[in-house]
């Protein structure tokens, strides 16, 4: 499926996912990273449950500015680099439970001056 929304925006809806408008679920299907072709205005974007281990700043590929709900729990994340949502400068609501975070570093969170929202429980965290 295609979705083309306006100049710039287009994309498709990965066979891995779940595509509404502008909510993608991405959930259960073993990956190890953001899909390079979603289209570009989605506001919602679920990857709970798959294999994503380390965020750094090339995980996303491209740029979501209207992103503002991120999930991804239940993965395997370890580290968070700084620089690592950068391409989401928009995000209201980021769900990092149940992972295996150990550290977090208060750079990390810098950039994301709307975020509202921020779940780390079921980790490592000391």
């Known amino acids: 499926i295609t979705v083309t929304v306006g100049p710039g925006a287009s994309g498709v809806c990965p066979t891995a996912c779940i595509c ?16 390079g072709n979603l289209f570009r205005l989605i ?12 965020l750094d700043s090339e ?7 209207k992103l503002n709900t991120l999930i991804l729990r239940h993965n395997n994340i370890t580290s968070i680099s700084t620089g690592s949502f950068s391409t989401t400068p928009n995000l209201k609501c980021l769900d990092l439970s149940s992972n295996k975070l150990k550290t977090v570093k208060n750079a990390v969170f810098q ?11 079921n980790n490592h965290i000391s």
Request: aromatic share 8%; glycine share 2%; charged share 20%.
């Open 20 to 35: 509404a408008t502008d909510i993608v679920s991405c959930t259960n299907k073993n990956l190890s990273k953001v899909p």
């Open 43 to 54: 506001k919602r974007l679920d990857l709970s449950y798959n294999r994503i281990g380390l």
């Open 59 to 65: 995980w996303i590929p491209v740029s979501f500015a």
């Open 111 to 121: 950039e994301l001056k709307v975020l509202e929202v921020l779940l780390l429980y």
